[in-house]
């Protein structure tokens, strides 16, 4: 199994301010026939379920706040919020989708400072 | 629109059986391309992927699970049914049914249904 961990654990930051989150995995998730990453970023907040935010590493799903990036490649990725608002507090998990199992970091808490 | 929507017991004993059933909306699992699947959330912890069903009745589960699952779908009723055989009480969680398609990939759940909390108690 691709084992994803996350950095940090949590985090506070001000509103106002970037919060980077990063992502590793075990094994690269790059694809080398498409050179695509299969690594997705969700956004969970509480009380309900995970809303897919990135795909592709640094595609935007429909709909998400520019402020929300993605970059990486291999093993390494970051979900970067450009200026935190109130209602990005959350807990953010990334995934794989290059191997089964398909599976999730851990999850990182973004809380406000 | 899409929807997703888990049911099934609240409360499970150990060893007992579980089955969730999902009933979706805005897609069908006649088309090609599409799927949906299990992902299951401990209180307080992270994600697990569990089982994912394709249109054409192809299964994938997770593999330290697998021996204990089962997937089938009800096309004419827009449902899919998971068992999860002998449960455990580290089995509670959260049970979220999602949709996933070749349009972005399988893999990528676009779609999660609200969640349904299963506890595992005597």
């Known amino acids: 199994d691709i084992v994803m961990t996350q950095s940090p654990d949590s985090l506070a930051v001000a509103l106002g301010e970037r919060a980077t989150i990063n992502c590793r995995s075990s094994q690269s998730v790059l694809n080398s026939s498409n050179n695509k990453n299969y690594l997705t970023w969700y956004q969970q907040k509480p009380g309900q379920p995970p809303k897919l935010l990135i795909y592709w590493a640094s595609t935007r799903e429909s709909g998400v706040p520019d402020r929300f990036s993605g970059s990486g490649s291999g093993t390494d990725f970051t979900l970067t919020i450009s200026s935190l608002l109130a209602e990005d507090v959350a807990v953010y998990y990334c995934?794989?989708?290059?191997?089964?199992?398909?599976?999730f970091g851990q999850g990182t808490k973004v809380e406000i400072k | 629109q899409i929807t997703l929507k888990e049911s099934g017991p609240t409360l499970v004993k150990p060893t007992q059986t579980l089955t969730l059933t999902c009933t979706f909306s805005g897609f069908s699992l006649h088309t090609s391309g599409v799927s949906v699947g299990w992902i299951r959330q401990p209180p307080g912890k992270a994600l697990e992927w569990l089982a994912l069903i394709y249109w054409d009745d192809d299964k994938r589960y997770s593999p330290s699970l697998k021996s204990r699952l089962t997937f089938a779908k009800d096309t004419s009723k827009n449902q899919v049914v998971l068992t999860v055989t002998n449960m455990d009480p580290v089995d509670t969680a959260t049970y979220y049914c999602?949709?996933?398609?070749?349009?972005?990939?399988?893999?990528?759940?676009?779609?999660w249904g609200q969640g349904t909390l299963v506890t595992v108690s005597s």
């Open positions: 995934q794989q989708y290059h191997s089964l199992p398909w599976t």
């Open positions: 999602v949709h996933s398609s070749n349009v972005m990939a399988f893999g990528v759940f676009d779609y």
